[in-house]
């Protein structure tokens, strides 16, 4: 490793999810930037989880109990040695085979920036690439009315981090979190490419324990002022609308980029359409839609 290859290590907490692990796994693999170190922290998972692991050779891990997402990932961090630090869920991948090997570059071009993140594709528990998720400039006071920062598609600097990495107080809205904090003095840039996936299926915490979200709302609220509204509140109704057709300038790439997972897509029109029109409660989450081809 030399100072122009910069050391990136990619942070992977992992409990029962080995549905899509191996997605994850292969997503890094891929990648054509040379120096990425991979630490899976898994919770003991008992789903043929560790078996995956072990086959590993290029990837460091350890499964022991832990205390949640959060302590996953702090231990994670702790066991990381890279200066460049990525962070992708079990049920993440990373969208092409260039991600790191592009963010890298973005460090390098900028020095003084703390994060880089990009747009995001919804995929569903299948694979099925469902639509882009657009992410607009950086703005820390759109940061307070909504997170729009997509953990998987952000990378950050690890002196950024100053020795804290996640807040343990934070369940659900850990990262969201992270991202108000290192907005405090960091600057944040936008790559205007579609960098990892977000897991469109049924046992997102987002989905079983909405409890947790509205607890870490709060806690935002009182120690960084965020917008309380609620998520029907017109305004982050029109935000969403407002995104979503934004996202329509990211359909070519969404369905040319060559995949750093087992992906697959529909055709040109049928991606449009539903990336302008259909709301993400009529998407399929599970089971196979009869569309849809393997890239």
């Not at 992708?88 to 963010?103: K, L």
């Not at 006071?141 to 990495?165: H, K, M, S």
């Not at 969403?240 to 980029?257: M, S, Y």
């Amino acid at each position: 490793m030399t100072d122009r290859d910069p050391l990136v290590s990619i942070l992977t907490p992992s409990f029962n999810q080995g549905r899509w692990l191996a997605d994850n796994l292969q997503s890094v693999r891929a990648q054509t930037y040379p120096e990425i170190e991979h630490v899976v922290m898994d919770g003991g998972s008992t789903d043929g989880t560790l078996s995956m692991l072990n086959g590993a050779d290029d990837i460091r891990w350890t499964s022991e109990p832990d205390n949640g997402q959060t302590d996953a990932l702090n231990k994670a961090f702790a066991q990381s040695t890279g200066s460049i630090i990525g962070w992708i869920n079990s049920d993440d991948a990373y969208y092409s085979p260039t991600v790191v090997a592009e963010v890298v570059d973005s460090f390098r071009r900028y020095p003084d920036v703390a994060v880089v993140y990009g747009h995001a594709a919804l995929v569903n528990a299948d694979s099925l690439v469902l639509h882009a998720l657009w992410v607009p400039d950086f703005d820390p006071e759109l940061l307070d009315t909504f997170n729009y920062v997509i953990q998987p598609a952000a990378f950050f600097r690890r002196e950024a981090v100053d020795g804290r990495f996640l807040d343990d107080r934070f369940e659900s809205a850990m990262d969201r979190e992270f991202w108000l904090r290192l907005a405090r003095g960091g600057r944040f840039v936008r790559l205007d490419r579609i960098l990892a996936i977000d897991r469109h299926q049924p046992d997102r915490k987002v989905y079983t324990r909405p409890d947790l979200a509205q607890a870490d709302l709060a806690l935002l609220v009182r120690e960084y002022g965020v917008d309380a509204a609620p998520s029907g509140d017109p305004r982050f109704k029109a935000l969403k609308i407002c995104h979503r057709l934004a996202g329509l300038t990211l359909v070519p790439e969404l369905l040319e980029t060559p995949l750093a997972f087992p992906g697959r897509r529909d055709g040109a029109l049928t991606t449009t359409m539903r990336q302008a029109f259909l709301p993400r409660r009529f998407m399929q989450i599970d089971g196979n839609s009869g569309a849809g081809e393997a890239a």
